[in-house]
């Protein structure tokens, strides 16, 4: 199952994180989002002590959002060892597609 992160969490699950951590910046109200929703629980299931899979919303980690410069929803930026590596703007991509990124990073 996907982490909820905070800001508050945020620096334990993803910055310090051992594994490789796909963020997904979301908002309750955004439809792609609520799209792209399933397919990162199923990831997160498939990749489960490999990497991590964690959802911030916008709306409750608005210094989150201002950090790495949110500009439009779903963003999904890759870390690895504190850094973001890669990222995708919005909900047109496969969970085959997210998976080969996540392994690339592992």
Not at 77 to 83: C, D, P, Q, R, S
Not at 85 to 100: C, H, P, R, S, Y
Request: proline letters at 4%; one cysteine or more; charged letters at 25%.
């Amino acid at each position: 199952m996907a982490i909820t992160v905070t800001e508050a969490n945020f620096q334990s699950e993803v910055i310090d994180s051992t594994q490789p951590v796909l963020v997904d910046f979301w908002a309750e109200w955004c439809g792609p989002c609520k799209m792209i929703g399933p397919i990162l629980e199923q990831l997160s299931g498939e990749m489960d002590g490999h990497a991590k899979v964690a959802k911030v919303n916008v709306d409750d980690a608005r210094e989150l959002a201002v950090k790495y410069n949110v500009r439009s929803i779903p963003l999904l930026l890759f870390f690895k060892n504190g850094e973001v590596k890669d990222q995708i703007v919005g909900a047109n991509v496969t969970k085959e597609q997210l998976k080969a990124k996540l392994l690339a990073l592992t």
